[in-house]
């Protein structure tokens, strides 16, 4: 069965980078679109970044269009978001999800239908 284990999250001070990592198990990584959705203290899930199965279509949020970028390895079945010039609202638990079998599964957070289990970013001067 896929799974998906997120880590790289912590705390740091505004302006500041972190690069999360998605991890994958299971055999279908290469054939699955991937996102990263976030979820702040009393907000609802957010989309975060999107990218096709064979990383040629990126979509961003606009919150965070020119300071995130999120890549692929597929060999290493694995996922990245690199975040720069983090903000106080960044702050959130960001989730790695995966959809086998489509090339891109969009924005909305119901395409998705494998998750990890989250990691913290904690984004405090």
């Known amino acids: 069965q896929d799974q998906l284990v997120e880590s790289g999250g912590g705390l740091v001070q505004p302006g500041d980078s972190l690069r999360l990592s998605c991890v994958a198990s299971?055999?279908?990584?290469?054939?699955?679109?991937m996102a990263w959705f976030r979820r702040a203290p009393g907000k609802e899930r957010e989309f975060v970044a999107g990218?096709?199965?064979?990383?040629?279509?990126?979509d961003y949020a606009d919150s965070v269009k020119g300071r995130f970028t999120l890549s692929r390895n597929n060999d290493k079945n694995t996922l990245f978001l690199q975040m720069n010039s983090l903000k106080l609202d960044d702050t959130a638990i960001y989730y790695c999800?995966?959809?086998?079998?489509?090339?891109?599964?969009?924005?909305?957070?119901?395409?998705?239908?494998?998750w990890g289990q989250g990691t913290q970013v904690t984004v405090s001067s």
């Open positions: 299971g055999r279908t990584f290469s054939a699955s679109a």
């Open positions: 990218i096709s199965k064979n990383g040629d279509t990126t």
């Open positions: 999800a995966a959809r086998p079998a489509v090339k891109y599964a969009g924005r909305w957070a119901e395409n998705y239908n494998i």
